[in-house]
């Protein structure tokens, strides 16, 4: 599995802060097409109490960590991720238990 370096992340927030809004639509319609549970985690959180805003936030966190694994070529692994589990995978990040 290939690394995600600093620069790969620096690379892929000015990726996606320089992308107009169809390239943006174009780019969640990619992430939904592989990792529609990811994506999916993103637009429920409306059901949660969270503003436009801030799944507007959430989103480009999401967009801007599948450009991060693209530029490095990690890729996600092959199938479909909850958000937990590619977050474990990827950033070596423990569950956080919601009670």
Excluded: C, K
Excluded at 16 to 25: A, M
Excluded at 60 to 72: A, P
């Amino acid at each position: 599995m290939a690394s995600i370096s600093s620069r790969n992340l620096v690379d892929a927030v000015l990726r996606v802060e320089r992308l107009s809004f169809t390239q943006r639509e174009r780019l969640a319609d990619e992430v939904h097409a592989g990792q529609p549970n990811l994506f999916y985690s993103v637009l429920v959180l409306q059901r949660y109490g969270a503003t436009l805003v801030q799944i507007e936030v959430v989103l480009n966190i999401l967009l801007v960590f599948h450009e991060t694994m693209e530029i490095s070529g990690a890729g996600f692994p092959a199938g479909d991720l909850d958000a937990d589990g590619a977050l474990q995978l990827q950033l070596g990040i423990p569950a956080l238990a919601v009670r």
